[in-house]
DNA sequence: GCAAATTAATGATTTATTCAAG
DNA sequence: CTTGAATAAATCATTAATTTGC
């Protein structure tokens, strides 16, 4: 797909020009935005006051003001948060090991009471409210549902598959499913 | 807190279903449902193919052969389904309007932070020669252009000539320090 | 010390989602 | 149901660090 890459820039002409701090230095690569110190903690300023997603305008006002720093396009700075950001978060899911994300989706459980006319069919019985329990996490590999796992999904719905005629019963506005044959590697 | 390591289960008392499937093993957590990541894979995977508002029957089917990784019950899926489908929305929202928190702080922005960057300018792509087309995008949605295209955020546009408008040796040896302000309100 | 070789960072692209408009 | 907008995740690719043999 590197189509688009017709007029690229040619590659060589490693300058490594850039020691220190800055860029400018007129070396010149075309490679690619090699920013400079003053950059980047300008950047990570942003970025730690809070700053994520910034607009077209913040982008090009940012790109202006550090271009006083040395060579740089709007495009590296939408790069640079996008990137970030993206470290960041894998930065900190790595440390918590992660497997927390279906945990914290699931927290509100609680403040949702307003299903109140959804309460449909299962009487909510006595349902213990918070009592969060932060269980260590899962100590088994994160994928370790990758084959086996589906297959025993398969099996099991095959198992269980026979007592269900899967009538689509009313209340049912977005009925294009499959009769929920959980099998997903069947998809 | 938690751990009553001598199985606390404070209202329940029904025994960590979790078995041996997974789930942090000792989970034993009665308060609240905790899916295992198994549940999880399958909810997720319903929910991308569509699914969003299970009906009744969908629901007791989910809950039915979910059960097989572990404790769950009707509602678990309807509270999971109503959540998510709430969440991502939320999120949608959030990461649509801004996501950033500075708005709040400082809203000193020009005159839209909504936009949120329509086509994010540099989508260029051309394909040079014969047939191809060149499918060059707006640059700025916006107006705005007070410097001619020094930058022009052309995307592989930059040639791989020495592109630095910028020397950076500024005839302008006092000006070690430019006056930039990049703090988040000038933006 | 110095480059070639190897590894770690991180800039730049591609791909896959979601929601919502048409 | 189809398509557009807008990412975030995943991936690719290049540059900077570093290691290593002389």
């Known amino acids: 797909m590197e189509e688009g890459l017709s007029g690229f820039c040619i590659k ?32 990570t300023e942003l970025f730690r006051s809070g700053l994520r997603t910034p607009s077209t305008d913040q982008i090009q006002k940012i790109s202006t003001q550090l271009s006083f720093y040395g060579k740089i396009e709007s495009k590296n700075v939408f790069y640079w948060f996008q990137n970030h950001k993206a470290r960041e978060r894998q930065k900190r899911r790595k440390v918590s090991i992660d497997e927390n994300d279906f945990i914290s989706r699931d927290n509100i459980f609680n403040n949702n009471n307003k299903i109140s006319s959804s309460k449909r069919f299962f009487e909510v019985k006595e349902y213990q409210s918070d009592q969060r329990v932060i269980e260590t996490l899962q100590l ?37 499913h499959p009769p929920l044959d959980l099998r997903l590697s069947s998809l």
Not at 149 to 169: D, G, I, M, V, W
Request: net charge negative.
């Open 12 to 43: 060589g002409s490693h300058v490594r020009g850039n020691n220190g701090n800055n860029n400018g230095g007129s070396g010149t690569k075309c490679g690619r935005w090699n920013p400079t110190t003053e950059q980047v903690k300008v950047l």
């Open 140 to 176: 088994f590999p994160l994928n370790s549902f990758d084959e086996n796992e589906q297959e025993k999904l398969r099996f099991h719905a095959n198992e269980c598959r026979e007592t269900s005629s899967f009538p689509y019963t009313i209340n049912n506005p977005e009925m294009d």
